[in-house]
């Protein structure tokens, strides 16, 4: 199974500066990458798959990059309304697909 | 628009059995692979089950393999996790998803329908 490590677990940013997460993966999963944001009480809502392809209607602030293991979420200028859960998926080793424990991002 | 709907969850004892679905619509869902996600209180998403477009092709995570069986009705949109010898730890909000064609990532989801098992 490759197991997703994303860090940090929490990241405290101030509205208009830059967020930056990591996802790791125990072994390459290339670009088979996605990244979801979930809200409370929320379902969790696609952002980037391919490791850096927008989403649908996913605003240009947010930037994913990387493959192989290593892999990066950017929010450029933070929005009160980025504010949530971001998850990372891989789906390039499976069954099972795996997901990162998640990194909340809350106001600083 | 483009719409997935869970159902059938509930509280249910340990041992028992539930049988949740997916109604989907805006979309032509027998094109479409499916899967479940779950997420018990306060935790991350587990991936529960994977179905291809025709329902050939099944897979399960190892936590769920013998006790849950997917299936879908393309005639009536439907998604379908047959649940049974539930535990306490298959307590979880569980969602469906849909994969778009382009990639196995999850690109639109339900709301979700809350399992509890419990005594």
């Known amino acids: 199974e490759t197991v997703m490590t994303q860090s940090p677990a929490t990241l405290s940013v101030s509205p208009g500066e830059r967020a930056t997460l990591s996802c790791r993966a125990s072994q390459s999963v290339s670009s088979d990458l996605a990244w979801y944001q979930q809200k409370p009480g929320q379902a969790p809502r696609l952002l980037i798959y391919?490791?850096?392809t927008r989403a649908t209607g996913i605003p240009a602030r947010f930037r994913g990059s990387g493959s192989g293991t290593e892999f990066t979420l950017t929010i450029s200028s933070l929005q009160s309304e980025d504010f949530a859960v971001y998850y990372c998926q891989q789906y390039n080793n499976w069954p099972p697909m795996t997901f990162g424990q998640g990194t909340k991002v809350e106001i600083k | 628009e483009v719409q997935l709907e869970e159902s059938g969850g509930g509280l249910v004892q340990p041992g028992g059995s539930l049988r949740l679905s997916c109604a989907a619509s805006?979309?032509?869902?027998?094109?479409?692979?499916m899967n479940w996600v779950r997420q018990a209180p306060g935790k991350g998403l587990e991936w529960v089950s994977y179905i291809s477009s025709s329902g050939s092709a099944i897979y399960y995570a190892d936590s769920v393999e013998g006790r849950f069986t997917i299936s879908r009705d393309n005639a009536k949109n439907l998604l379908h996790l047959q649940m049974n010898s539930l535990r306490a730890e298959d307590t979880a909000v569980y969602y469906c998803?849909?994969?778009?064609?382009?990639?196995?990532?999850?690109?639109?989801w339900g709301q979700g329908t809350t399992v509890t098992v419990s005594s």
């Open positions: 998803a849909r994969v778009p064609y382009i990639s196995y990532a999850m690109d639109v």
């Open positions: 391919g490791a850096s």
């Open positions: 805006g979309f032509t869902f027998s094109g479409h692979v």
